[in-house]
């Protein structure tokens, strides 16, 4: 390519050297963060009435641990998506351990700083044992706690651990979704260009609702122009398949509506140029939004490769 900014040069060279070894910094990142974490709520928990792990929603799904899970394991998702290291299931794996491992070792943090306060000698596992025996929840209105778990305790810590694990695994399964250039090795950015009109008029939408004798013409109108909507839709996506960058411009340029205007719609299309900022090569992505706000689904309707100059012309 000619003409490249200086500046995606030297993202280009960050993002080759970081490819030699990416996985040992987002491991590095990932550790650093749970390290960061544990302390944290090791502190709240010690110097509060509240344990961030034992926050549970309707007795059994534990919130709490999901976050401080999400929290301890957020450093491997954030550096996989810096440096574009992409979390495959070799890292995953490790991530997974890592978690256990980070989960254990918070509890020998517990048990060093309960020890003082010991009335008898107690090892690790012992310590384990009893408090998890002891677990009890807060009885209605907070008027102290009702009688202690017993061997059930297990059962809350068995969904504790899951939570903590699944929560590690909240950012790496976001980036799985992300779209990645395999030749840069980075994650790649998405921009929408326009929205394209598929459904009608919300307001329109809604009188025909209703069914009234009188609106033949307005429905007749609502009808035809669907068929319209669906016939550039459909034009669009033929042209695409074809990589004609001109044409598919040129429908996009005649049918193109903000996002303001597309959000008064039933449904539309959204046109978004997806591309990598290291070698701008990407794709056009198309997808159905249907719906307002935030009671809005997405649907996609197809994907098609396009060259750094023909992003560049479809942007333009
Ligand atoms: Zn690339």
Request: proline share 3%; charged share 20%; net charge negative.
């Amino acid at each position: 390519m000619q003409n490249e900014p200086i500046d995606d040069r030297m993202a280009m060279d960050e993002a080759a050297a970081a490819t030699k070894k990416p996985g040992v910094l987002v491991i590095v990142a990932g550790l650093v963060t749970s390290a960061a974490t544990m302390a944290l709520s090791a502190v709240i928990a010690w110097n509060t009435e509240f344990d961030p792990m034992g926050l549970y929603i309707m007795f059994i799904f534990p919130a709490g641990a999901l976050i401080v899970g999400l929290a301890a394991g957020s450093g491997y998702g954030l550096m996989s998506w810096k440096t574009g290291a992409k979390i495959g299931g070799g890292i995953l794996a490790v991530v997974v351990l890592l978690q256990i491992a980070t989960y254990w070792m918070s509890w020998s943090i517990d048990y060093r700083m309960a020890k003082p306060y010991f009335e008898q000698e107690m090892s690790f596992f012992e310590y384990y044992d009893t408090v998890t025996r002891g677990i009890a929840f807060e009885k209605e209105g907070g008027d102290g706690y009702g009688e202690p778990l017993g061997a059930w305790g297990y059962g809350i810590r068995a969904l504790e651990v899951l939570g903590f694990i699944g929560g590690g695994l909240i950012a790496p399964i976001l980036l799985w979704n992300v779209p990645y250039c395999e030749t840069c090795r980075l994650y790649m950015k998405r921009k929408t260009v326009t929205f394209l009109p598929l459904g009608v008029d919300v307001k329109a939408a809604k009188k025909l609702q209703k069914n009234k004798p009188g609106d033949e013409d307005m429905r007749a109108n609502a009808e035809q122009m669907l068929e319209g909507n669906a016939a550039v839709v459909n034009n669009l996506m033929r042209l695409a398949e074809t990589g004609d960058v001109d044409d598919v411009q040129g429908i996009l340029k005649a049918n193109g509506l903000s996002s303001k205007e597309a959000g008064k719609i039933t449904s539309r299309v959204q046109v978004d140029a997806v591309r990598c900022k290291c070698c701008r090569a990407g794709h056009m992505e198309l997808k159905e939004v249907t719906g307002q706000g935030d009671k809005t689904s997405t649907e996609k309707l197809g994907e098609y490769p396009m060259t750094a100059e023909q992003l560049q012309r479809l942007t333009a």
